[in-house]
Antibody, heavy 119, light 112 residues
């Protein structure tokens, strides 16, 4: 059974940093690209970042470019999101999502971790 | 940039059929696969349709997806509506011009 478990969320002040993790199990992690998607309270889904299976290709949404860094450790079956210079508008539930056979599809989702940016 | 537009809400009675549209802003929606996700209150999204019209195992065949190139839109059709289908539904695709994954704004389905 595919499992994605996010952790690392919490309350942080504006301008602060946080590192999210996503522990993967139930599939060959090194074979699949991964994404982070977020959802602000009461709002829709917003794609944040993509990383290919080998980390050779990385993309970011304009809203986080230059502030967030996606990475992965295939030996540890883990995905990460380093978030710096956090803003109020970064407050959201952050989900990790595994691609399907097509990298466009976000086939499996984790349960999410809440990040609150507030003073 | 490529955008996907969905109706804010739809409602229908149990046992009926509902269709949720997802219209692409430019280019051809058929250029990249469209996915549909279901999100019940307080839960993470789950995939109900991927690659335009494919159903993951465990998703009932009451759910179907299609692409209409003439209207540059995708559709999610749910037949034999059940109260458990009440949820938010999001379409999603990919913008090749800027390598961004794109979501529609979501449609709240009410089954009453």
């Amino acid at each position: 059974e595919v499992q994605l478990v996010e952790s690392g969320g919490g309350l942080v002040q504006p301008g602060g940093s946080l590192r999210l993790s996503c522990a993967a199990s139930g599939f060959t992690f090194s074979s699949y690209s991964m994404n982070w998607v977020r959802q602000a309270p009461g709002k829709g889904l917003e794609w944040v970042s993509y990383i290919s299976s080998s980390s050779s290709t990385i993309y970011y949404a304009d809203s986080v470019k230059g502030r967030f860094t996606i990475s992965r450790d295939n030996a540890k079956n883990s995905l990460y999101l380093q978030m710096n210079s956090l803003r109020d508008e970064d407050t959201a539930v952050y989900y990790c999502a595994r691609a399907g056979n097509s990298v466009v599809a976000l086939y499996y989702w984790g349960q999410g971790t809440l990040v609150t940016v507030s003073s | 940039n490529f955008m996907l537009t969905q109706p804010h809400s739809v409602s229908e009675s149990p046992g009926k059929t509902v269709t949720i549209s997802c219209t692409g802003s430019s280019g051809s929606i058929a250029s990249n696969y469209v996915q549909w996700y279901q999100q019940r209150p307080g839960s993470a999204p789950t995939t109900v349709i991927y690659e335009d019209n494919q159903r993951p195992s465990g998703v009932p065949d009451r759910f179907s997806g299609s692409i209409d190139s003439s209207s540059n839109s995708a559709s999610l059709t749910i037949s034999g509506l059940k109260t458990e289908d009440e949820a938010d539904y999001y379409c999603q695709s990919y913008d090749s011009s800027n390598s961004n994954w794109v979501f529609g704004g979501g449609t709240k389905l009410t089954v009453l």
